[in-house]
């Protein structure tokens, strides 16, 4: 009398585990297990059943750029982030992701351009202040990477790579106390940080 119940249970549980949702999920695992053995063009290809149009369809586009980025193939990296960023302009996600393959292709121009747009929607953040200050500082541009740095410094100022971008702003316009200062600060961060050191020492 009880085997019939025990059976009825497994039968439904059958059908959940073969339910739309759990076939889902099972692909983004698949796609997770790819990426992480070094299988990018794969894990793309393994989510490609995901709609376009269905509730997930925003997270496979940035999955599709952040797998295109890891692969080098920048290009369609940044085709992807931009794709997202037309379907949502207020993804911090999109616009923070975007600047890494440009800076990749090393398109200073856009890259800043870009960190400046992420800043636009979050204010001070971190990563958008970093990859600012690198596009910055590969267009020598100095004056606006000493003024990204400080916002760094003021915003986190437990970071030594803040204080590491400001001193090489500081440097390069000739404010050498002031470069010396902020390098003070990256040593009392990390000490024995060999660009810091070789700077004072060498002053």
Sequence with gaps: MKIKPLILSLACFGA?????????EAVWQNSYKLEA?????????????????????????LRRAWLFYLSANYEDSIKEYR??????????????????????????????QSAKSALELVPNNYNALLRLAIAQ?????????EKTGQSLVEAYPTDASAYVYL?????????????????????????????????????
């Design 167 to 203: 001193a090489r702003a500081k440097a390069w316009l000739g404010k050498k106390e002031e470069a010396t200062a902020a390098y003070n600060a990256v040593l009392a961060r990390i000490p024995g940080h060999l660009e810091a050191k070789a700077f004072i020492e060498k002053k």
């Design 16 to 24: 959940i585990s073969m339910s739309p949702l759990f076939a889902q």
């Design 137 to 145: 500082e590969a267009q020598t541009d100095w004056k606006g990477m």
């Design 83 to 112: 794709l997202a960023i037309d379907r949502n302009g207020k993804s911090v996600d999109a616009h923070l992701g975007v600047i890494l393959p440009l800076m990749a292709e090393k398109r200073w121009v856009d890259a800043e």
């Design 37 to 61: 053995a070094g299988k990018y063009t794969e894990a793309i290809a393994a989510i490609d059943s995901i709609p376009a149009a269905g509730p997930d369809g925003e997270f496979k586009v």
